[in-house]
């Protein structure tokens, strides 16, 4: 099972990405993906969450209104357009597979908040936003 982020760069403000999370080992489509971020300095923290059949999707209050996470489990790979973005979205960005049971949209929202449940982390790609 690996998992792999692409997509990072350097944008300016105001500017678009679109980052890929492809896996390998397994089909995607019976599984949630979470998207987090960890800035220089500061604590991991969760971006945005899909379940899997992605009808379900959270996301960050920083990020709301201006990414748009989605999955295209023919091709195994999550995305997430980024659109708008801030200085303060510079990060490196990585993918994760959510590893426990599905109770509800509401716990396993609050599992993308805190990381916690979620594994077979990818590398990360570096985001670098511009002012």
């Known amino acids: 099972v690996q998992l792999q982020a692409f997509g990072g760069g350097l944008v300016q403000s105001g500017g678009s990405l679109r980052l890929s999370c492809t896996i390998s080992?397994?089909?995607?489509?019976?599984?949630?993906i979470g998207w987090f971020r960890r800035a220089p300095g500061k604590e991991r923290e969760g971006v945005s969450c899909?379940?899997?059949?992605?009808?379900?999707?959270y996301y960050s209050d920083s990020v709301k209104g201006r990414f748009t996470i989605s999955r295209d489990d023919a091709e195994n790979t999550v995305y997430l357009q980024m659109n708008s973005l801030k200085p303060e979205d510079t990060a490196v960005y990585y993918c994760?597979?959510?590893?426990?049971?599905?109770?509800?949209?509401?716990?396993?929202?609050?599992?993308?908040?805190?990381?916690?449940?979620?594994?077979?982390w990818g590398q990360g790609t570096l985001v670098t936003v511009s002012s």
């Open positions: 080992g397994f089909n995607l489509d019976v599984y949630a």
């Open positions: 899909i379940n899997s059949n992605g009808g379900s999707t």
């Open positions: 994760a597979l959510y590893m426990a049971a599905y109770y509800s949209d509401n716990y396993f929202f609050s599992r993308c908040v805190t990381s916690k449940d979620f594994g077979s």
